[in-house]
């Protein structure tokens, strides 16, 4: 693959760092983009439309392609929905939605034909979870755009997927684990037991943006151990067992 050019999107750290060190190991050239710039890190915010046009014009001009774009960049909030301050909820749908249709839209401008995109949706996409609403509807409508996209942009060759992990542990959730009960809670509606590894997510964006999965899109891959079948954790009922 050392001719084919893949950029990961939050890959400074926690499944973002998985997948850009994946796709590195398959030969990838990998170019990785994240909210502040560092040692081989580009700088890029995904709410910022020329931020992220800026992002794929630089990386055009320095490897003359994008073959690949998975879009790890996600963030949450807790808050009870008849409490929750108005302006971190649209944060966080600005984030993870209008940011992800942001990515979408650019990659799909610079992506050869045969490209593929690959966001991260969430468990919460299809599992309500109390407190969670704003990162609730953000991940179900980032499900329902990876859809249209996929649909709009198979008449180019591009295949647009995504992934709903489950709980991993990973810099993103640190805070909620932080939480008595709330990881047993998750493990116990978990059937295989135990939470996932960011490797385990970034195998899968690997596979989705690899020539095995040509005849697949508009799939929203859920990697969550079986935690879709059973139910989500109660976590205002740990918050409220902590706070006394």
């Known amino acids: 693959m050392s001719n084919q050019v893949a950029v990961v999107i939050g890959g400074a750290s926690g499944l973002g760092k998985a997948t850009a060190a994946a796709f590195a190991e398959e030969g990838y050239r990998v170019v990785v983009g994240d909210l502040a710039a560092g040692p081989d890190v580009v700088a890029v915010d995904v709410t910022d439309e020329a931020s992220v046009a800026a ?3 630089g990386v055009l001009e320095r490897e003359g392609r994008v073959d690949a774009v998975v879009n790890t960049a ?3 909030s807790f808050g009870l929905t008849a409490e929750h301050d108005v302006a971190e909820w649209r944060r966080v749908i600005d984030v993870n939605l209008v940011g992800a249709m942001i990515v979408i839209k650019h990659a799909a401008q610079a992506l050869t034909a045969g490209g593929s995109i690959v966001s991260l949706t969430s468990l919460n996409a299809r599992q309500p979870g109390a407190g969670l609403s704003a990162y609730c509807a953000a991940k179900a409508g980032l499900s329902m755009l990876t859809g249209v996209a996929a649909l709009e942009l198979g008449p180019q060759g591009i295949r647009v997927n995504a992934i709903a992990p489950g ?8 805070g909620i684990q932080g939480v008595p009960g ?6 116990e509606n978990t059937p295989l037991g135990r939470p996932g590894r960011p490797e385990e ?3 899968a964006a690997l596979y989705l943006c690899s020539d095995k999965a040509g005849w697949i899109t508009g799939e929203v891959l859920d990697i969550n151990g079986g935690a879709h079948l059973m139910r989500y ?4 009922k740990h918050i409220a067992a902590l706070m006394g």
């Open 55 to 57: 992002l794929f014009a």
């Open 233 to 236: 954790p109660d976590i205002p």
């Open 201 to 203: 997510i970034a195998a």
């Open 74 to 76: 996600g963030m949450s």
């Open 182 to 187: 709330v990881q047993e809670d998750y493990v």
């Open 167 to 174: 709980l991993v542990i990973t810099p993103l959730t640190e």
